[in-house]
């Protein structure tokens, strides 16, 4: 029966995470001795070289506390996620995430996986990828530690245990899988298809301080939510964070359901849902009726916009998975006609210099749609 344990925790205080942690996985009936010995992978969000008070990448207190409990079974840890080469710079990465400090504490191992040694997994469930690319090194681990941070995203909706495993694929196979999911529904398949053939023991969401709004990255913005959420499933993770955030339909929840990965009434959940005031992300299919979505989706879809902040570090240029950015005359270019809306040029750049909007005429279209539902929800039209 898969398990969902829910924490209230309104701090980044190591004991009481560690206390918290150890709790929980007594309610989901998880054996920590069960990896005396073995190799463990603490997998968690390292979007890019962000500040933990940005509430983008999984905190680093969060992560220690959690480290230390698989310390008391096991030296043989390692923190880890894949790079993009969009940045190139991984060591700043480790380093400003907080996650080097943690591993020189612990005198564990930090990695950053790169595109080599690739091998090719399989599921009959899967629907768009049949066969998907991971790191070889990740079939070493006995046991993947899922930690992800709860996050909005503009592209899924929801960043939760299952869209975090997509950082087990290396970043050149990331971009291909961008180009075939150029569209949620597609993006959030292929995140299923990922997850069907991975699907980590244990899931530990860094849900204290999240990120609501145009997530996954700076256009998103720190909210508490006090809750971390531990479970042997990450199917039924996300499917709690989902409604403790008042999320009605995230894709990948829904995929999964589709294909039978898990059954609803199957899962058991301690601990007492609260509902959160969570600003969802301003993506078309939330924040308009279906009618409208059909007929003026290229219209209202916020897009990517360059900015005064634009340091022509190229970051955007090599994220782009459609290669739709490209320098002209010195000023950053994005070709409407090639965006696929993935927004990783949003949540790569590190100087925020990519905003997310809609054009003059997407805003007249929102504000007929709210005056003619007369619903205007959580503050999101902008």
């Given at each position: 029966?898969?398990?969902?344990?829910?924490?209230?925790?309104?701090?980044?205080?190591?004991?009481?995470?560690?206390?918290?942690?150890?709790?929980?996985?007594?309610?989901?009936?998880?054996?920590?001795?069960?990896?005396?010995?073995?190799?463990?992978?603490?997998?968690?969000?390292?979007?890019?070289?962000?500040?933990?008070?940005?509430?983008?990448?999984?905190?680093?207190?969060?992560?220690?506390?959690?480290?230390?409990?698989?310390?008391?079974?096991?030296?043989?840890?390692?923190?880890?996620?894949?790079?993009?080469?969009?940045?190139?710079?991984?060591?700043?990465?480790?380093?400003?995430?907080?996650?080097?400090?943690?591993?020189?504490?612990?005198?564990?191992?930090?990695?950053?996986?790169?595109?080599?040694?690739?091998?090719?997994?399989?599921?009959?469930?899967?629907?768009?990828?049949?066969?998907?690319?991971?790191?070889?090194?990740?079939?070493?681990?006995?046991?993947?530690?899922?930690?992800?941070?709860?996050?909005?995203?503009?592209?899924?909706?929801?960043?939760?245990?299952?869209?975090?495993?997509?950082?087990?694929?290396?970043?050149?196979?990331?971009?291909?899988?961008?180009?075939?999911?150029?569209?949620?529904?597609?993006?959030?398949?292929?995140?299923?298809?990922?997850?069907?053939?991975?699907?980590?023991?244990?899931?530990?969401?860094?849900?204290?301080?999240?990120?609501?709004?145009?997530?996954?990255?700076?256009a998103g913005k720190p909210i508490k939510i006090n809750v971390i959420l531990t479970s042997d499933n990450a199917i039924a993770s996300d499917l709690i964070a989902a409604k403790i955030l008042g999320f009605e339909n995230v894709l990948t929840n829904q995929?999964?359901?589709?294909?039978?990965?898990?059954?609803?009434?199957?899962?058991?959940?301690?601990?007492?849902?609260?509902?959160?005031?969570?600003?969802?992300?301003?993506?078309?299919?939330?924040?308009?009726?279906?009618?409208?979505?059909?007929?003026?989706?290229?219209?209202?879809?916020?897009?990517?916009?360059?900015?005064?902040?634009?340091?022509?570090?190229?970051?955007?240029?090599?994220?782009?998975?459609?290669?739709?950015?490209?320098?002209?005359?010195?000023?950053?270019?994005?070709?409407?006609?090639?965006?696929?809306?993935?927004?990783?040029?949003?949540?790569?750049?590190?100087?925020?210099?990519?905003?997310?909007?809609?054009?003059?005429?997407?805003?007249?279209?929102?504000?007929?749609?709210?005056?003619?539902?007369k619903k205007v929800k959580n503050g999101r039209r902008k």
């Amino acid at each position: 029966m898969p398990t969902v344990s829910i924490k209230e925790c309104s701090e980044y205080d190591k004991n009481k995470i560690k206390k918290l942690v150890l709790e929980s996985l007594k309610e989901i009936k998880f054996d920590l001795k069960k990896y005396r010995n073995k190799k463990i992978l603490l997998k968690p969000n390292l979007l890019g070289p962000f500040e933990p008070k940005e509430a983008i990448t999984t905190h680093p207190i969060f992560m220690q506390a959690v480290a230390e409990i698989f310390k008391k079974v096991t030296n043989k840890i390692t923190i880890a996620d894949s790079s993009d080469q969009a940045y190139g710079r991984d060591d700043k990465v480790l380093e400003t995430t907080g996650m080097n400090q943690v591993a020189k504490k612990l005198k564990i191992k930090t990695e950053m996986f790169k595109a080599k040694n690739i091998i090719f997994l399989k599921s009959e469930k899967n629907q768009i990828l049949k066969q998907v690319a991971i790191q070889s090194e990740i079939k070493n681990f006995d046991l993947i530690v899922n930690m992800p941070k709860l996050k909005t995203h503009m592209l899924t909706g929801l960043t939760g245990a299952i869209k975090n495993i997509f950082g087990l694929v290396p970043s050149y196979y990331k971009r291909e899988y961008h180009i075939k999911g150029n569209t949620p529904k597609k993006f959030s398949s292929i995140l299923v298809d990922i997850y069907n053939v991975i699907q980590p023991k244990l899931n530990i969401i860094d849900g204290i301080v999240a990120l609501e709004g145009d997530g996954p990255s700076r256009a998103g913005k720190p909210i508490k939510i006090n809750v971390i959420l531990t479970s042997d499933n990450a199917i039924a993770s996300d499917l709690i964070a989902a409604k403790i955030l008042g999320f009605e339909n995230v894709l990948t929840n829904q995929f999964a359901l589709e294909r039978n990965l898990i059954d609803k009434k199957d899962i058991k959940v301690i601990g007492e849902i609260k509902l959160k005031n969570f600003e969802k992300p301003s993506h078309i299919k939330q924040v308009v009726a279906p009618f409208v979505a059909g007929l003026f989706q290229k219209l209202v879809t916020k897009r990517p916009y360059v900015n005064k902040n634009c340091k022509k570090c190229l970051t955007c240029l090599k994220a782009c998975p459609a290669k739709a950015i490209s320098l002209k005359n010195n000023n950053i270019f994005i070709n409407k006609n090639k965006c696929i809306l993935c927004y990783c040029c949003s949540e790569l750049c590190p100087y925020n210099a990519i905003e997310l909007k809609r054009s003059w005429l997407g805003k007249k279209l929102i504000n007929m749609h709210d005056k003619m539902f007369k619903k205007v929800k959580n503050g999101r039209r902008k």
